[in-house]
């Protein structure tokens, strides 16, 4: 499936080295703003933002390997987010693109951050949009990120829903079903599903253009002693953001510190110190049974820890600003789009 393009927003394929992306532009000759996607979404998903910033803003939106219109690669989990942030900065490369605003949302804000670890002078500021926390998705506890297994019990592909890849796979766009994308996308995605109904058909082709299998959407598994049974794989997606293959808190040491923007809704479901796709969190709620208590798999505070990682960061001489949205959902910049328009505009100095 392809994404839908709305007006004033072009589509082109970038030959890189390191993957063919396929890139969404609003065109401008003043700053550039280059948007990063989260899981199960593409660049489409970007494009009102895109269209709100002021004029002459120059607008570019990234699809991840096996997301939206790009190529389908193979995602090395072993590497955190790297294969991501290292295609975010071969598009670069290839566009002739030296130093950038980077927008990241959810999975995106972690590639982001990536970005700023391993070449700070290409970022000219950070707006995390409800980003996964710097010590990944599951598997920690604390606001310092301590491991709970060394393993990643719990993390990575074996999380996934299989009827919800299932359905990815085979495009479905029913909305009668759980674990169909459009309920996904309405019950997890945004906290005001009424506002987006004009679109809500173009972001369910956006989630439908995942591509899915063991190197992709969700990855694989591992067997684990340690409940729920399974740990961390090495390949796809999921495991990219396993504790033992992603930890972006080193931020706090960058010599040269861009300032960032924190953005993320207090109905968030995704990301949150309760979220629902943590399975510690669901098997404290009695979803998942056989929970073995919180001394041993304890769910992830990810706010919490986001909000450590930058207060560490302002410390050390950074500037960051936290903005959040008492009615937002995991999509900040659909549920509140006026807000998070202006912030953004606010931050990158527009």
Do not use: C
């Not at 359905?167 to 169909?180: F, H, K, P, Y």
């Not at 304890?298 to 009615?327: F, H």
């Amino acid at each position: 499936m392809t994404s839908q393009l709305f007006d004033g927003i072009t589509a082109r394929r970038v030959e890189t080295p390191r993957y063919t992306a396929n890139v969404l532009e609003r065109p401008g000759d003043g700053p550039v703003v280059v948007f990063v996607h989260g899981n199960v979404s593409s660049a489409a998903f970007y494009q009102p933002t895109m269209l709100a910033l002021p004029e002459g803003v120059r607008a570019l939106a990234v699809d991840l390997r096996g997301f939206g219109d790009s190529e389908t690669a193979p995602v090395d989990a072993t590497r955190g987010l790297r294969d991501f942030s290292d295609d975010v900065l071969a598009v670069l490369d290839a566009l002739g693109l030296d130093a950038v605003h980077l927008v990241g949302w959810s999975m995106g804000g972690g590639v982001v951050m990536q970005v700023a670890l391993d070449a700070p002078e290409r970022v000219l500021s950070l707006t995390l949009e409800a980003p996964v926390s710097p010590y990944g998705f599951g598997g920690t506890h604390g606001a310092d990120g301590i491991r709970n297994d060394d393993d990643g019990a719990g993390t990575g592909g074996g999380g996934a829903n299989p009827d919800f890849v299932a359905r990815l796979e085979a495009g479905d766009t029913g909305g009668d079903e759980q674990t169909s994308p459009r309920v996904v996308y309405r019950t997890a995605y945004v906290a005001k599903p009424e506002l987006q109904e004009a679109d809500e058909d173009a972001w369910v082709a956006s989630m439908l253009t995942t591509k899915t299998g063991i190197d992709n959407y969700p990855g694989d598994a591992a067997a684990s002693d340690n409940w729920p049974g399974f740990a961390a794989g090495t390949r796809g997606v999921l495991n990219t953001m396993a504790p033992q293959h992603f930890d972006a808190s080193g931020i706090v040491d960058l010599a040269v510190k861009p300032p960032i923007l924190w953005i993320h809704g207090d109905k968030d479901a995704i990301v949150s110190d309760a979220s629902f796709f943590d399975l510690n969190q669901l098997g404290a709620l009695g979803v998942i049974p056989g929970w073995p208590g919180a001394e041993i798999a304890p769910p992830q505070p990810m706010v919490t820890q986001t909000r450590a990682v930058l207060d560490r960061y302002a410390a050390n001489g950074g500037v960051y600003r936290e903005v959040a949205l008492p009615d937002a959902g995991h999509a900040p910049h659909l549920d509140e789009a006026a807000v998070f328009d202006a912030e953004l505009a606010r931050h990158i100095g527009v």
